[in-house]
C-alpha cells in the first residue's frame, strides 16, 4: 500500500527534503500535491535512513512546507511502448506533444535499463549508409555500433542530425529500419526544425522523436537519452528491427547533471562535472549493439559539442571535424 506523507522539512532550489520515509528506492517515482490541488511529479535522488531527496519535475514554485503531501509510486519511471510510437514526437519524458493520441501500450517499461553483457553482444557489421561522404567513406557506420561526432561553436550539427535521421538505410537489406532522436536542450526553433525536416521528407514515418527543450526541466533532460534508447530497445529486440538513435546535444546532458549535482551538493570534479560524469556516460552508451540470438540490433550517435571537450580535458581535439555536404 502506497504510503502519504507530510513530512517535507526543507525546500531548496528545485529539491525537497522529506523526513520519516521508509521504503523508499534511489530514483523512484513521486507524487507532489500542492495545497492549490495541483499534482507534480518528481524523482528520488538520495536516500538516507529515513529522509529522502527528491527532485521536482516542474519547480517548487507554490510548495508550502506543513500542507505539501508526497506519496512514493513504488516505481521508477516508465514509459508506454507501442508499434504506434513510429511518426510521433514526445517530450523527453515519453509524453506526446503532436496533439496526436495517448499512446495505447503494448507494455510499460522502466527506462532506467541495463547495459549490454559484454559476452551476450554479437560483434558489428552490416554497413548502415547515411549520405554523408565523410563517414561513409572515412569512418564507416556499422549495425552495432557507437559513433561519436564531435561538433565546434557555429557547425551545423543540428542539420547534420536532421540529415542523418532522414538517409540513414542498411544497404541490400528489407528488414525493418528506424530511427529513434533524442535531443536534449534544444530550443522551440530547433525542435520545429527537426519535426519540420523530417515531415517535409516523410522520414518521420520511420521516426520516433523525443524533443527536450532548453526551458524543461534538468531532471527530465537527464532522463531523455535513457527513454530514447528504452524505445529503441523494444523496437530492436522484440520487434526485430535495426534502429539507429540518434542523441544530440549530449554537452547540454553534461551539464544538466552539473546542475543537478550542485543542488545536491556533492563534491565537485574539473570544472564543476560529479565525479561519476563518464561512469553515467557509459550506462547510456553500453545499451546499443546486437545481441546474440537476436536479429535486431541498435546503432548509436551521440553528438557533442567541442566546449565540453575543452572543459574536461579527458579527450583530445578531432583531426576531422563532419561538415554537411
Known amino acids: 500500500m502506497l504510503k502519504e506523507y507530510q513530512t ?116 558489428p557489421n552490416e554497413f548502415i549508409q547515411t549520405g554523408l561522404s565523410a563517414i ?62 523530417l515531415k517535409k521528407t516523410g522520414a518521420i514515418e520511420r521516426a520516433v522523436l523525443f524533443l527536450n527543450l532548453a526551458n524543461d526541466p534538468a531532471i527530465e533532460r537527464i532522463a531523455t537519452p535513457r527513454v530514447a534508447l528504452t524505445t529503441a530497445e523494444y523496437l530492436a529486440f522484440e520487434k526485430d528491427m535495426h534502429v539507429l538513435v540518434i542523441l544530440t546535444d549530449m554537452t547540454n546532458y553534461c551539464e544538466a547533471l552539473r546542475e543537478i549535482s550542485a543542488a545536491r551538493k556533492e563534491i565537485p570534479g574539473r570544472r564543476g562535472y560529479p565525479g561519476y560524469l563518464y561512469t553515467d556516460l557509459s550506462t547510456i552508451y553500453e545499451r546499443a549493439g546486437r545481441i546474440k540470438d537476436k536479429k535486431g540490433s541498435i546503432t548509436m550517435i551521440p553528438i557533442l559539442s567541442l566546449r565540453m571537450i575543452k572543459r574536461t580535458r579527458y579527450l583530445t581535439l578531432p583531426d576531422i571535424l563532419l561538415k554537411v555536404r
Not at 67 to 77: A, M, Y
Not at 155 to 183: D, M, S, W
Open 136 to 197: 561513409d567513406g572515412l569512418n564507416t557506420l556499422v549495425r552495432g555500433q557507437k559513433l561519436p561526432i564531435f561538433s565546434g561553436s557555429g557547425l551545423p550539427h543540428n542539420r547534420l542530425a536532421a540529415q542523418i535521421a532522414r538517409q540513414a538505410t542498411v544497404l541490400g537489406k528489407k528488414e525493418a529500419f528506424a530511427v529513434v532522436f533524442g535531443a536534449m536542450g534544444i530550443t522551440f526553433e530547433e525542435a520545429q526544425f527537426f519535426v519540420n525536416d
Open 8 to 123: 517535507v522539512v526543507n525546500v531548496q532550489g528545485p529539491l525537497l527534503l522529506v523526513e520519516g520515509v521508509s521504503g523508499v528506492k534511489f530514483q523512484e517515482l513521486v507524487e507532489i500535491e500542492l495545497p492549490s490541488g495541483k499534482k507534480d511529479k518528481g524523482q528520488v535522488l538520495e536516500v538516507e535512513n529515513d529522509k529522502a531527496l527528491v527532485q521536482v519535475f516542474e519547480g517548487t514554485t507554490g510548495i508550502d512546507i506543513p500542507q505539501t503531501k508526497i506519496k512514493f509510486l513504488g516505481k521508477g519511471i516508465e514509459i508506454p511502448l507501442s508499434m504506434d510510437m513510429l511518426g510521433r514526437v514526445f517530450n523527453g519524458l515519453g509524453r506526446p506533444i503532436d496533439k496526436g493520441a495517448e499512446i495505447i501500450a503494448d507494455k510499460m517499461a522502466d527506462i532506467n535499463g541495463a547495459p549490454i553483457n559484454p559476452y551476450a553482444r554479437s560483434y
